[in-house]
T-cell receptor, first 114, second 116 residues
Framework: DAKTTQPPSMDCAEGRAANLPCNHS???????VYWYRQIHSQGPQYIIH???NNETNEMASLIITEDRKSSTLILPHATLRDTAVYYC???????????????FGKGTLLTVNP | GAGVSQTPSNKVTEKGKYVELRCDPI?????LYWYRQSLGQGPEFLIY????????DSGLPNDRFFAVRPEGSVSTLKIQRTERGDSAVYLC??????????????FGNGTRLTVT
């Protein structure tokens, strides 16, 4: 199972881009990278996921390096409401490779400052 | 639309008592997951259902914990003879198909269980 490494905390100024790194050097060719975040007292919230190509949605962009050993989640214009713990996860898949579960680490606490 | 609903939001019980925690997944979601989160930690996997069957219950800590999903929708997590160490937030999540390609998990806000 590919494990991930994230910094425990980061700070970002409101309105600036937040770039959250993640290392997953043992990832295999067919494993996805998922990002979730958890705002205080709420359940985790799905942000984005990808396999090889960079991905973008209304919440964020995901940049995956060509060797797939690391990725960066980008929040283009961080707001105070983006303060949360961000989790980078390589899911564990079951036989057949389709069904999966998430194994959470400790994530990165992103604090957006005014 | 309606998200994952968990009831109760808070539950206080005495050591040794039995508790049931309920999860209403998003309608039509076939996969359902239970997690437990202790203070300062990330969520810890407990059990995964695909339809009515438990596909993976490897995260249940011991035989005091049991979960069911009899009709493939609502699920109940049952804890017998509760202990103070069971105090945590219990999170439920569902996904449309459970496939890693395109079916992210949607989480509820959890049930905070306190065992006194």
């Amino acid at each position: 199972d590919a494990k991930t490494t994230q910094p425990p905390s980061m700070d970002c100024a409101e309105g600036r881009a937040a770039n959250l790194p993640c290392n997953h050097s043992t990832i295999s060719g067919n494993e996805y990278v998922y990002w979730y975040r958890q705002i205080h007292s709420q359940g985790p919230q799905y942000i984005i996921h990808g396999l090889k190509n960079n991905e973008t949605n209304e919440m964020a962009s995901l940049i995956i390096t060509e060797d797939r050993k690391s990725s960066t989640l980008i929040l283009p214009h961080a707001t105070l409401r983006d303060t949360a713990v961000y989790y980078c996860i390589v899911p564990v898949t079951y036989s057949g490779g389709s069904n999966y579960k998430l194994t959470f680490g400790k994530g990165t606490l992103l604090t957006v400052n005014p | 639309g309606a998200g994952v609903s968990q009831t109760p939001s808070n539950k206080v019980t005495e050591k040794g008592k039995y508790v049931e925690l309920r999860c209403d997944p998003i309608s039509g979601h076939t996969a359902l997951y239970w997690y437990r989160q202790s203070l300062g930690q990330g969520p810890e996997f407990l059990i995964y259902f695909q339809g009515t069957g438990a596909a993976d219950d490897s995260g249940l800590p011991n035989d005091r914990f049991f979960a069911v999903r009899p009709e493939g929708s609502v699920s109940t997590l049952k804890i017998q003879r509760t202990e103070r160490g069971d105090s945590a937030v219990y999170l439920c999540a569902s996904s449309l198909t459970g496939t890693v390609y395109n079916s992210p998990l949607h989480f509820g806000n959890g049930t905070r269980l306190t065992v006194t």
